[in-house]
């Protein structure tokens, strides 16, 4: 006699194996254990804002694809790099989740911690000034009036702040984008040359930043 027995296929298990770590050049790295009965076609990273409010973001949060486990039993750390060093959302207070999936689109979540995302290593100071203001405007456009004084009160002495004239032009070009801003993609031009303006001037590519 032929015995069939149907065995439930269970939702895949993913967990984060310590807290994320963070290295010099503003990547960092994951690790994590997961599995399945059947195994994984998938898993990632998901990211949203710390805070809980749903505020508008002018670009959609991270998305982090994670490496499947070799280790089926998921016994064993797997360890994936992330690098989100030029993304604008780097810096900012966030809860990340872990989701892996398995072939029927089931889905296992980890736990949810909250940690500040890492980024780039800027050592002088106007050009963190720029990053942290692109963040901002990034994340809250709503609240633009806040980044627009910050970059006129940078405009008010620049014997003290912009010395190098390429880089006082660039700075009011900036101010003046974002005060004129009239819908998103305004918003996210003057966030894209706040980037170019931090890299220009920690770099000192004084002669392209005039």
């Known amino acids: 006699r032929l015995v069939v027995e149907a065995i439930p296929d269970k939702p895949p298990e993913i967990a984060l194996a310590g807290q994320p770590e963070a290295n010099a050049r503003g990547t960092f790295v994951l690790a994590y254990r997961a599995k399945d009965d059947y195994g994984l076609t ?13 505020r508008r973001s ?18 064993t750390d797997t360890r994936t790099t992330v690098d989100l060093t030029q993304h604008p959302w780097a810096g900012a207070r ?37 990053v942290e203001q692109r963040r901002k405007l990034v994340v809250d456009p709503d609240d633009r009036r806040r980044i627009q004084t910050a970059l006129d009160a940078l405009l008010i002495e620049p014997e003290m702040f912009t010395r190098e004239w390429g880089v ?8 003046e984008r974002l005060r004129t801003a009239k819908t998103d993609d305004d918003l996210r031009e003057v966030a894209d040359w706040l980037w170019t303006m931090a890299l220009q001037i920690e770099e000192g590519d004084l002669s392209e930043a005039e």
């Not at 002018?58 to 016994?75: C, K, R, T």
């Not at 949810?112 to 050592?123: G, N, V, W």
């Not at 006082?168 to 101010?175: E, H, P, V």
């Open 58 to 75: 002018l670009v959609p949060a991270p998305q982090i694809a994670l490496l499947l486990p070799g280790d089926a039993e998921g016994e």
């Open 168 to 175: 006082f032009l660039g700075l009011r070009t900036g101010a």
């Open 42 to 54: 998938g898993a990632e990273g998901v990211v949203e804002k710390a805070d809980g409010v749903r």
């Open 94 to 130: 966030v809860k990340l989740t872990l989701v892996a999936k398995d072939e029927a689109e089931q889905e296992g979540r980890s736990e949810t911690i909250t940690f500040t995302l890492p980024q780039r290593p800027f050592t002088k100071p106007l050009a963190k000034a720029l």
